[in-house]
């Protein structure tokens, strides 16, 4: 039997699955394979970061999510018995008009993949189940794959294949693109979810020894009554079974026995820090995304969300050139996201170094870019900087949202702009002629009776003087793309057309 459809994902992580959702919402025809049987259960990647939470708005799962995590709680570090930190990674902070979601929210990873599970299916998508991409031939039309799917053979053709099927992707080792970087095999850890008594739900608790590199953690999981335990393995010792009593065993030695009782253990995984990248994240029609294509150690919390924004990057994109856009918007891709990933990918590595030293700030947090807010895309082909002296939003950076009225009532940017689609933001009178002569059904006027500036947090967040004509075209995903204090009408229609189909 054969298939045929347009994007073919291999792997329903957060990653496939933001990808699915963004395809099924732009009417893209599409397949998602998931190699397992049942959904993923563990917690693993537990953070979602700032500019997550804005994708997932986008996506339309943010109240879900908020209602199903909840914050990152305190951390109470003890060193040999002895209390050496209390307080938070992160002291928490408040949203502003520009930064709605400014602090981290910490969800298990099995809960977000159920979300986005849900949300794809509302959008007529699904996952297929126990389906494992075998082997994939592409050609200058498309993709032939082979997929077993409950122990049976069959094909799929489609136009394009994306890979997000993990660390071992079978996408990336069937293009043969090397995996750039190292295993550290002598920093193994055990990782658990467990249920437990004598432990506080609102600390994380930490136990720390002089004599060990790494320590011994338990994580309350927010929205559940489960920890998540971090237990490293000495060097060169082997693995020992997964079970509640050497997760108990571990506890007893790092805490001390009889503080703290596991009752269950609801999942284990062997973890390996693995810090890799991939030299290319696209060959012609395949691309690369997630963990096939950068695996990072899980300090910081980036590597889940390194994922998400891939896809989210990747699937307007894929869109657009399939409603007939010029394919070399696809170029933009690996242009855009390897640099991004190779900068976060330093960063978590330098967090783990410093877990592993005992460094006195390793567990601080408070770095900008971990909340990739700050990470943009200003070396891309679609960053187009018209202004001479930009201010505060430059072409490439994330658009910031804003605080206004509409018929008096208090309203947001985001839901303006984030629509899917471009959208032309006009600033005083001159722009906004040009953004509708243009596209007027693009057009997002301030000041216009849909968004009344009248505190002015939109001019001061894009850096616009009151009264000056400036226009940005904003891509669908969120980011400036053109800015220009001398708006045309030819040369903003022409950028235009870069970002849609023809």
């Known amino acids: 039997m054969r298939t045929e459809t ?13 990808l ?118 592409q050609d200058g039309a498309g993709v032939t794959a082979v997929v077993r799917e409950a122990g049976e053979e069959r094909e799929i053709r489609a136009k394009y294949l994306v890979g997000t099927d993990g660390g071992r ?45 790494f320590p011994v953690a338990l994580c309350p999981l927010a929205g559940t009554d489960t920890f998540q335990v971090f237990l490293p393995v000495p060097p060169g010792a082997p693995i020992p079974e997964l079970s509640l009593a050497v997760f108990q065993e571990a506890v007893d030695a790092a805490a001390g026995a009889g503080r703290i009782e596991l009752t269950e253990l609801v999942w284990s995984s062997v973890f390996r820090p693995n810090i890799r990248m991939a030299e290319r994240f696209r060959v012609d029609r395949v691309f690369l995304a997630g963990d096939a294509a950068h695996v990072h150690s899980p300090a910081g919390g980036q590597g889940l969300n390194t994922g998400v924004q891939d896809a989210y990057n990747l699937g307007w994109k894929l869109a657009a050139v399939l409603q007939g856009g010029d394919t070399g918007l696809l170029d933009t891709y690996e242009a855009e996201r390897l640099p991004v990933a190779a900068n976060v990918l330093g960063l978590s590595t330098a967090l783990h170094e410093k877990v592993r030293e005992g460094a006195a700030d390793a567990l601080r947090r408070d770095d900008p870019e971990l909340q990739q807010l700050v990470l943009g895309y200003p070396g891309s082909p679609l960053t187009v900087e018209r202004r001479a002296a930009p201010a505060e939003a430059h072409a490439g950076d994330r658009a910031p949202d804003a605080i206004g009225k509409a018929d008096g009532a208090s309203v947001r940017l985001f839901p303006l702009i984030h629509t899917g689609s471009p959208v032309l933001l006009a600033f005083g009178g001159g722009a906004r002629r040009v953004a509708e002569a243009v596209a007027p059904a693009l057009t997002v006027a301030v000041g216009s009776p849909a968004f009344e500036d009248v505190d002015g947090t939109a001019h001061t967040a894009y850096g616009v003087a009151e009264g000056r004509d400036t226009l940005f075209v904003l891509r669908p995903d969120g ?12 040369e903003t229609s022409a950028y235009l057309t870069r970002l849609t189909a023809h």
């Open 479 to 490: 980011y400036i793309g053109l800015a220009t204090d001398t708006p045309e009408e030819a």
């Open 6 to 18: 347009e994007v073919l994902i291999a792997g329903a992580g957060p990653a496939g699955l933001v």
């Open 20 to 137: 699915a959702c963004e395809l099924a919402r732009r009417g893209v025809a599409h397949v998602l394979l998931e190699r397992d049987a049942e959904p993923f259960a563990g917690s693993r990647g537990k953070g979602l970061q700032p500019r997550s939470l804005e994708v997932l708005e986008d996506l339309g799962v943010l109240e879900r999510v908020l209602a199903l995590g909840g914050p990152y709680p305190p951390i109470r570090m003890e060193v040999d018995g002895e209390v050496a930190f209390s307080g938070y990674m992160d002291e928490p902070r408040e949203a502003t008009a520009d930064v709605p979601y400014p602090n981290g929210w910490m969800v298990p990873q099995w809960r977000t993949g159920s979300i986005l599970r849900e949300r794809l299916a509302e959008l007529g998508g699904a996952v297929v189940p126990d389906a494992a991409l075998v082997s994939f031939a």
């Open 169 to 213: 992707s079978t996408v990336r080792k069937g293009l043969g693109v090397t995996f750039l970087g190292e295993t550290r095999e002598e920093e193994r850890m055990l990782i658990g979810d467990v249920r437990a008594r004598g432990l506080d739900h609102d600390v994380w608790s930490i136990f720390q020894s002089k004599a060990r590199p």
